[in-house]
């Protein structure tokens, strides 16, 4: 049965860095594309990276990109997004997620059918 875990969210000040984990059990890390998501208050959730964990493909969403690193540890069952820099605006509730994809993608959260129950990042100015 396919289970995702986050952790590592907390508060931070501006220009801080906090490594999120996702916990993937269940399946073969190998075949899967694996997506960070969040979700500020009142808003949509939105993609920030992605890793399609067979070739490390990675892709960021443009906000993210130079500030962030989405990178696995297969032999522990781990995705992390190490998140430098962080600015207010990346207050949220933040998601993995994961589907047996070759190629991933941060735009169409629904091709993941695999979700975490999320971790809180808060990030004060």
């Known amino acids: 049965q396919v289970h995702l875990e986050e952790s590592g969210g907390g508060l931070v000040k501006s220009g801080g860095s906090l490594t999120l984990s996702c916990s993937a059990n269940?399946?073969?890390?190998?075949?899967?594309?694996v997506a960070w998501f969040r979700q500020a208050s009142g808003r949509e959730r939105a993609g920030v990276s992605c890793?399609?964990?067979?070739?490390?493909?990675?892709r960021y969403e443009e906000s993210a990109k130079g500030r962030f690193t989405i990178s696995p540890d297969k032999a522990k069952s781990m995705v992390y997004l190490q998140m430098n820099g962080l600015k207010p605006e990346g207050t949220a509730q933040y998601f993995c997620?994961?589907?047996?994809?070759?190629?991933?993608?941060?735009?169409?959260?629904?091709?993941?059918?695999?979700w975490g129950q999320g971790t809180q990042v808060t990030v004060s100015s």
């Open positions: 890793i399609a964990v067979s070739d490390n493909g990675t």
């Open positions: 997620a994961a589907e047996p994809l070759p190629i991933c993608t941060v735009e169409v959260e629904q091709v993941y059918n695999y």
């Open positions: 269940g399946f073969n890390l190998d075949y899967y594309s």
